[in-house]
């Protein structure tokens, strides 16, 4: 029943800029933190940023600090991800998932989307 779906991923150029969307229904967010994390072909999944639902605090990994933004929409269980000065290492799969407050694991994950990056 609980649904988060990103969007916006596709084939960018180095340096060009991709926003991903993620919309989440099935309940309320409002004691969530929402997160992206992203994998690449034979690495290990990565961190890459998170939105306390309530209040806004972000949090960013140091390898897009600078270039990524993470934000909350104006539609309702909705967060973007703004990525600026794309480079090829950022090529991955994007993922979206949603953390209760007060445990350490996220509990429900998205499909995700692709991003390339061309050098």
């Known amino acids: 029943q609980v649904r988060l779906v990103e969007s916006g991923g596709g084939l960018v150029q180095a340096g060009g800029s991709l926003r991903l969307s993620c919309a989440a229904s099935?309940?309320?967010?409002?004691?969530?933190?929402m997160g992206w994390f992203r994998r690449a072909p034979g690495k290990e999944r990565e961190f890459v940023a998170k939105i306390i639902w309530s209040g806004g605090v972000t949090y960013y990994a140091d390898s897009v600090k600078g270039r990524f933004t993470i934000s909350r929409g104006d539609a309702e269980n909705t967060v973007y991800l703004r990525m600026n000065s794309l480079k090829p290492e950022d090529t991955a799969l994007y993922y979206c998932?949603?953390?209760?407050?007060?445990?350490?694991?996220?509990?429900?994950w998205g499909q995700g989307t692709q991003v390339t990056v061309s050098s």
């Open positions: 998932a949603a953390q209760r407050h007060g445990m350490r694991t996220y509990e429900y």
């Open positions: 099935g309940r309320t967010f409002s004691s969530y933190a």
